[in-house]
């Protein structure tokens, strides 16, 4: 099992450390690093810093929201990463929810999710492999433009750069059983949200018929402290935001993924509290048995221990979510 460091997106203002522990993590002998975004600093440009300022370490989205870009353009974003980076690129795209897409990218939510993501992934791929001009007459994409308010003076072009690698590895952020079944049929690898590796079933007929090579990365907080109740706290104010806030009431992902998880009660809960504005409270509902079982914390020797089970399982690359350096020492170390 391969080490990534995941450092997300920037909060209020730029995480001056990140490239000082992307640098760490490619000492410590980490394979990739990983960037994210939400509605505020994207994932391509805070990755383009960190890959100017390392040379070995893989460089990943988990996720690129797809909303936010056209899928050629998303293409030209990697194949361009890719050349800079000597090869190094790794694209993560997720479709995020309807709150997102319609509130901040001002586009409709897509009807048929997995029919999106499909045409989405076509796209991309034709533009990587420059095999041909790309075309897609799709239900959600369509190259060239064909609709009633274009000119009809589009024509299939591709890209003037002749990308790095045809195959640049493409993985997808993916919650819903169908999503996630779909993911291991047209994707090079899954990056999922939560994963416990004492709940195989939960994912177990999604993940039939996977093929060699398929990547499975999950992020998790990594945290060696000797408080478990404080190691977990930052667990569960990640999880009281994204189960309470990002999404609507009715149509959750995250929520109906915990709940698929086992903690149905507890996620709805957490929901209604937040939405009543009652954030703390939100927290606090947090289970820290669900809290714990997708994150390593603890103390060193737990954390060896607890490290065991998701090497038994399916996950080839573990994405740690740690701005501590030495928790990422101590981790592969435990890995090596």
Request: aromatic share 8%; proline share 7%; net charge neutral.
């Amino acid at each position: 099992m391969r080490l990534g460091l995941a450092l997300g997106y920037w909060g209020r203002g730029p995480e001056a450390g990140h490239v000082t522990l992307a640098q760490e993590a490619e000492r410590l002998g980490y394979d990739s690093v990983w960037t994210a975004e939400s509605w505020g600093s994207d994932a391509f440009t805070p990755l383009t810093w960190i890959a100017s300022r390392t040379s070995r370490i893989k460089l990943g989205t988990a996720v690129a929201q797809m909303a936010a870009r056209s899928p050629t353009t998303t293409a030209m974003h990697a194949l361009t990463l890719d050349h800079l980076s000597g090869g190094r690129m790794m694209l993560g795209l997720g479709l995020s929810g309807p709150q997102v897409v319609e509130g901040w990218y001002g586009r409709p939510f897509p009807s048929s999710p997995l029919t999106a993501t499909r045409e989405y992934v076509d796209v991309v791929r034709q533009v990587l492999r420059r095999e041909a001009p790309v075309t897609l007459e799709g239900r959600f994409h369509q190259h060239p433009y064909r609709g009633a308010d274009g000119t009809g003076l589009g024509k299939p072009l591709k890209p003037i750069t002749h990308p790095l690698r045809a195959e640049l590895p493409l993985l997808l952020g993916a919650e819903g059983p169908k999503n996630i079944a779909q993911t291991v049929r047209i994707a090079d690898g899954w990056l999922p949200l939560y994963w416990s590796p004492s709940r195989p079933e939960v994912y177990e007929a999604s993940l039939a018929g996977l093929r060699e090579g398929f990547l499975i990365a999950p992020m998790a907080r990594v945290k060696v402290c000797d408080d478990l109740a404080e190691g977990l706290l930052p667990v569960k104010a990640m999880l009281g935001f994204y189960i309470g806030g990002m999404g609507h009431a009715a149509r959750n992902f995250h929520a109906d993924l915990m709940a698929r998880m086992g903690y149905e009660e507890e996620a709805r809960r957490i929901q209604r509290l937040f939405l009543e504005g009652r954030r703390e409270e939100a927290v606090m509902a947090v289970p820290d048995a669900f809290a714990d079982e997708i994150s390593l914390v603890g103390p060193r020797e737990r954390i060896a221990e607890r490290l065991e089970l998701w090497r038994k399982g399916p996950v080839t690359d573990l994405l740690a979510l740690s701005p501590d350096p030495h928790t990422l020492r101590v981790l592969a170390e435990l890995n090596a």
